[in-house]
């Protein structure tokens, strides 16, 4: 999918080199049509033989039964261990005690920081819990305005559903209740959450809408914005769009949390690799998913396209464990929790979105928005409560 | 024994009419007919994703999804997007095309081939490209619009992210986009209109007002009613231009009926709940035409 599609094919030679009975022919697809074209394809009959996964969207294609066990292959492996995956990224791959996919590169996200901006507001280190980084934001904001103009701290994208999770998940709500069957957003601890996350805009730590910040890597290098939550794809760009003379200002960090545990729990993104239940070449297809996840493969394939390994072996690689913005993120992946295991989450995250933006434009009070969120998102649940009720699935 | 000849070649003939017919009849069954009886049907379930994974967990649910449309928020803010489309836009639209027309097929107009062909130019090109120029055009930072209006002092606006502009932007873009259609209509509808007409009301001593009040608008009634009329339905079912230029954002504001059915099918695979829109808007559809022609025939007696 995206880009990776197109770089994959870099990886292809040498596996038919290794398996000369096996072709491999790549179709690729663009991520904003992904989802709709794997569901299309099954509801078709033409899904792959094997294909790449968002995380989050496993849960929907097990519900298919689209996809194939992946256990009784891992076991007679010698390349695919599971405990050299970190813990968190192959929990996100495990429903019902079943294994349905290999990670085949790993996405959390930690926070992207300007050095000097931090220095000048007495920071010599990124804070490590948000109680912290509200103090830090509330400085830089009264250094800006001494100066007379606006600076915006933390950027919080109204359009982003992960931070909004990723502080839930730090303040011990478990986003959904009874047998995942409920939403669990207008409990205390998501509350909890979501006023964090509202005091960001409420104090203008955060712009509340989207239009100041047409160009993230600009308003970045201008110092509108000091702080930003986002994924490994933006080492690669942060190091080709900042300025040189800004180049060693700017640096990662892991998420700061709610308790003094550090780093705070961010979230097992990234893609897995899987197999089409209904495949008439599933040896072939596993034969390709170990090689593509092997140690040595996911070196490779971090090389051409930056993309982070899930294996832990593969960050004993110098060009891993040299790389000084990689490191968050190895930090960050210890403690990375899987989201609930419901297919409806891609719709409940996307909906959630949209309170994002009703509490950043104060269009509603963070209570009004969790007690109609969760309104929407037992709608959403409802058949899933009625199989769940009826014993039809856990 | 005459009359026993006529009945056999009145059937024979009968029959080969069905035989001309079939192969258009089997297309419109095939495509039409048996997806809008399956959709009909599809409409009182509640067909999703997990009923595609097996086929045992589909509930029929009766009018439970057009219960549900209802009493969903989402829907009513797309119904007033959808409505606010359809009244600015439409009018707006057909004024347009309607002006173009005359001023395309004025005796005073030269090269009218070239102007007929930048005008209908929009509605040939791809969409996708189009909003690509389009999101350009109204890029908050870099807009050429906001450019523009800089100059008269007005401070830049973000045409799409701000849910008070996102609306009216997309009816700009689509009304740019669509004129042309309806342009050629009108035009083929002045073309029909004898020059003697026009004569005979010169010597009378009318004036250019007077003509076209007189004469074009009359004489163009029924393709004005005609292209109002496919405006109006076509304008219902905007789909293409929210989701490629906004995605029925921000907060929902530019997410149209069709958008949210397609959401709802495609995206989430409810498939029971999108064919019941589909249903609901063919009913608010079907309701708006017949109010039409119920005008339109007060109007003419």
């Given at each position: 999918?995206?880009?990776?599609?197109e770089?994959?094919?870099?990886?292809?030679?040498?596996?038919?080199?290794?398996?000369p009975?096996?072709k491999?022919?790549?179709q690729?697809?663009?991520?904003?049509?992904?989802h709709?074209k794997?569901?299309?394809?099954?509801?078709?009959?033409?899904?792959?033989?094997?294909?790449?996964?968002?995380n989050?969207?496993?849960?929907?294609?097990t519900?298919?039964n689209?996809?194939e066990?992946?256990?009784?292959?891992?076991?007679?492996?010698e390349l695919?261990?599971?405990?050299?995956?970190?813990?968190?990224?192959?929990?996100?791959?495990?429903?019902?005690?079943?294994?349905?996919?290999?990670?085949?590169?790993v996405?959390?996200?930690?926070?992207?920081?300007r050095?000097d901006?931090?220095?000048?507001?007495?920071?010599?280190?990124?804070?490590?819990?948000?109680?912290?980084?509200?103090?830090l934001?509330?400085?830089?904001?009264?250094?800006?305005?001494?100066?007379?103009?606006?600076?915006?701290?933390?950027?919080?994208?109204?359009?982003?559903?992960?931070?909004?999770?990723?502080f839930?998940?730090?303040?011990?709500?478990?986003?959904?209740?009874?047998?995942?069957?409920?939403?669990?957003?207008?409990g205390?601890?998501?509350?909890?959450?979501?006023?964090?996350?509202?005091?960001?805009?409420?104090?203008?730590y955060?712009?509340s809408?989207?239009?100041?910040?047409?160009?993230?890597y600009?308003?970045?290098?201008?110092?509108?914005?000091?702080?930003?939550?986002?994924?490994?794809?933006n080492?690669?760009?942060?190091s080709?769009?900042?300025?040189?003379?800004?180049?060693?200002?700017w640096?990662?960090?892991?998420?700061?949390?709610?308790?003094?545990?550090?780093?705070?729990?961010?979230?097992?993104?990234?893609?897995?690799?899987?197999?089409?239940?209904?495949s008439?070449?599933?040896?072939?297809?596993?034969?390709?998913?170990?090689?593509?996840?092997?140690?040595?493969?996911?070196i490779?394939?971090?090389?051409?396209?930056?993309?982070?390994?899930?294996r832990?072996?593969?960050?004993?690689?110098t060009?891993?464990?040299?790389?000084?913005?990689?490191?968050?993120?190895?930090?960050?992946?210890?403690?990375?929790?899987?989201?609930?295991?419901?297919?409806?989450?891609?719709?409940?995250?996307?909906k959630?979105?949209?309170?994002?933006?009703y509490?950043?434009?104060?269009t509603m009070?963070?209570?009004?928005?969790?007690?109609?969120?969760?309104?929407?998102?037992?709608?959403?649940?409802?058949?899933?409560?009625?199989?769940?009720?009826?014993?039809?699935?856990r | 024994?005459?009359?026993?000849?006529?009945?056999?070649?009145?059937?024979?003939r009968?029959?080969?009419?069905?035989?001309?017919?079939?192969?258009?009849?089997?297309?419109?069954?095939?495509?039409?007919?048996?997806?809008?009886?399956?959709?009909?049907?599809?409409?009182?379930?509640?067909?999703?994703?997990?009923?595609?994974?097996?086929?045992?967990?589909?509930?029929?649910?009766?009018?439970?999804n057009?219960?549900?449309?209802?009493?969903?928020?989402?829907?009513?803010?797309?119904?007033?997007?959808?409505?606010?489309?359809?009244?600015?836009?439409?009018?707006?639209?057909?004024?347009?095309?309607?002006?173009?027309?005359?001023?395309?097929?004025?005796?005073?107009?030269?090269?009218?081939?070239?102007?007929?062909?930048?005008?209908?130019?929009?509605?040939?090109?791809?969409?996708?490209?189009?909003?690509?120029?389009w999101?350009?055009?109204y890029?908050?930072?870099?807009?050429?619009?906001?450019?523009?209006?800089?100059?008269?002092g007005?401070?830049?606006?973000?045409?799409?992210?701000?849910?008070?502009f996102?609306?009216?932007?997309?009816?700009?873009?689509?009304?740019?986009k669509?004129f042309?259609?309806?342009?050629?209509?009108?035009?083929?509808?002045?073309?029909?209109?004898?020059?003697e007409?026009?004569?005979?009301?010169?010597?009378?001593?009318?004036?250019?007002?007077?003509?076209?009040?007189?004469?074009?608008?009359?004489?163009?009634a029924?393709?004005?009613?005609f292209?109002?009329?496919?405006?109006?339905?076509g304008?219902?079912?905007?789909?293409?231009?929210?989701?490629?230029?906004?995605?029925?954002g921000?907060?929902?504001?530019?997410?149209s009926?069709?958008?949210?059915?397609y959401?709802?099918g495609?995206?989430?695979?409810?498939?029971?709940?999108?064919?019941?829109?589909?249903?609901?808007?063919?009913?608010?559809?079907?309701?708006?035409?017949?109010?039409?022609?119920?005008?339109?025939?007060?109007?003419?007696?």
């Amino acid at each position: 999918m995206g880009n990776e599609g197109e770089m994959v094919r870099q990886l292809i030679p040498e596996f038919e080199r290794r398996y000369p009975g096996i072709k491999v022919d790549v179709q690729q697809v663009p991520w904003t049509a992904a989802h709709e074209k794997l569901l299309t394809a099954f509801a078709g009959g033409s899904l792959p033989d094997v294909f790449q996964l968002g995380n989050t969207w496993l849960p929907e294609f097990t519900v298919l039964n689209a996809l194939e066990p992946l256990d009784p292959y891992v076991r007679t492996s010698e390349l695919t261990r599971p405990d050299d995956f970190f813990d968190g990224v192959l929990k996100t791959n495990i429903l019902d005690s079943t294994l349905y996919g290999i990670p085949w590169y790993v996405d959390t996200r930690v926070v992207f920081y300007r050095k000097d901006v931090l220095r000048a507001a007495g920071f010599s280190q990124p804070p490590h819990t948000w109680a912290e980084t509200l103090r830090l934001c509330e400085i830089i904001r009264q250094q800006a305005s001494a100066r007379g103009i606006k600076r915006y701290p933390f950027f919080l994208p109204t359009n982003e559903w992960v931070p909004a999770v990723a502080f839930g998940m730090q303040a011990g709500s478990s986003l959904l209740k009874d047998q995942n069957t409920r939403g669990d957003f207008s409990g205390p601890q998501f509350r909890k959450a979501f006023q964090l996350l509202a005091s960001f805009y409420e104090k203008e730590y955060s712009p509340s809408g989207m239009q100041l910040i047409t160009n993230l890597y600009n308003s970045f290098s201008e110092g509108l914005i000091t702080m930003y939550i986002t994924g490994p794809w933006n080492i690669g760009e942060f190091s080709r769009r900042i300025p040189d003379s800004l180049q060693s200002e700017w640096m990662t960090a892991p998420l700061p949390s709610m308790d003094t545990i550090s780093p705070g729990i961010s979230l097992p993104l990234g893609t897995s690799l899987v197999i089409f239940g209904k495949s008439k070449q599933k040896e072939a297809a596993w034969k390709f998913i170990e090689y593509l996840t092997s140690t040595e493969q996911s070196i490779k394939f971090y090389g051409i396209t930056g993309s982070l390994p899930p294996r832990k072996s593969a960050w004993r690689d110098t060009s891993l464990s040299r790389n000084i913005y990689s490191r968050a993120f190895y930090e960050q992946l210890q403690r990375v929790e899987p989201l609930p295991h419901v297919a409806e989450w891609e719709q409940i995250v996307i909906k959630l979105q949209l309170y994002v933006e009703y509490i950043a434009t104060r269009t509603m009070t963070v209570d009004e928005a969790l007690r109609k969120f969760d309104a929407e998102v037992d709608q959403m649940l409802e058949k899933r409560r009625w199989l769940v009720e009826n014993k039809r699935i856990r | 024994m005459k009359k026993h000849k006529g009945h056999f070649q009145n059937e024979q003939r009968t029959a080969a009419a069905w035989m001309f017919l079939a192969p258009a009849m089997s297309a419109i069954v095939l495509f039409f007919v048996v997806p809008v009886l399956s959709a009909l049907l599809m409409s009182v379930t509640d067909f999703d994703i997990y009923a595609l994974g097996n086929l045992k967990y589909v509930r029929f649910m009766g009018l439970q999804n057009y219960m549900r449309i209802l009493d969903t928020p989402l829907f009513w803010t797309a119904m007033r997007n959808t409505m606010y489309f359809v009244v600015v836009g439409a009018p707006l639209s057909v004024a347009l095309s309607l002006g173009a027309a005359l001023m395309v097929n004025s005796k005073l107009t030269r090269f009218k081939p070239f102007f007929r062909t930048i005008y209908f130019l929009p509605v040939v090109t791809s969409l996708v490209a189009v909003a690509v120029v389009w999101r350009y055009l109204y890029h908050p930072g870099h807009g050429l619009l906001n450019h523009v209006l800089s100059w008269v002092g007005i401070a830049p606006v973000d045409w799409l992210g701000d849910p008070l502009f996102a609306m009216p932007a997309i009816i700009v873009m689509a009304v740019w986009k669509n004129f042309g259609y309806n342009m050629l209509i009108f035009i083929a509808g002045l073309q029909n209109i004898p020059e003697e007409l026009f004569e005979a009301s010169h010597l009378d001593g009318a004036g250019g007002w007077r003509q076209f009040w007189d004469i074009t608008i009359p004489v163009l009634a029924p393709t004005t009613v005609f292209v109002v009329m496919i405006t109006i339905i076509g304008y219902f079912q905007l789909f293409a231009e929210p989701y490629v230029m906004t995605e029925g954002g921000p907060m929902n504001a530019t997410t149209s009926i069709v958008l949210m059915m397609y959401e709802q099918g495609f995206r989430w695979w409810n498939m029971g709940y999108a064919a019941a829109v589909a249903f609901v808007l063919f009913a608010v559809i079907v309701f708006f035409s017949v109010i039409q022609m119920l005008i339109q025939k007060r109007m003419q007696s």
